[in-house]
């Protein structure tokens, strides 16, 4: 029995904790990313919102006039000149 117990101190391996040293690198990564994307999405907001407020309207495309005569006549409106 004695044999055992001496068997069993010997494989025992010995842990030290330590504390971590710095941050994490994934951790890391995963702020600057972020940090990133967060800037990003602040910055297309601001420049959507000066913009909104600076430019005048879009235009709307001119409608051919073969497109109005084909809309007239579907509403049962003659074209004039016909």
């Known amino acids: 029995m004695a044999e ?4 069993a ?8 904790e330590t504390e971590a040293k710095g941050l994490n ?6 702020l ?3 940090g990133l ?8 907001y601001v420049l959507y ?3 909104q407020k600076t430019l005048p309207p879009r235009k709307k495309k001119p ?3 073969k497109k109005m005569k084909r809309e007239r006549l579907k509403q049962g409106v003659s074209a004039p000149g016909e």
């Not at 690198?25 to 995963?30: F, S």
């Not at 994307?37 to 297309?44: A, E, M, Y």
Request: glycine letters at 8%.
């Open 4 to 7: 055992e117990s001496d068997f």
């Open 9 to 16: 101190d010997k494989g025992n391996k010995i842990i030290y």
């Open 25 to 30: 690198p994934g951790l890391i990564v995963l």
């Open 32 to 34: 600057v990313v972020l």
């Open 37 to 44: 994307l967060l800037i990003f999405l602040v910055g297309n």
């Open 49 to 51: 919102s000066y913009a």
């Open 63 to 65: 409608v051919s006039k």
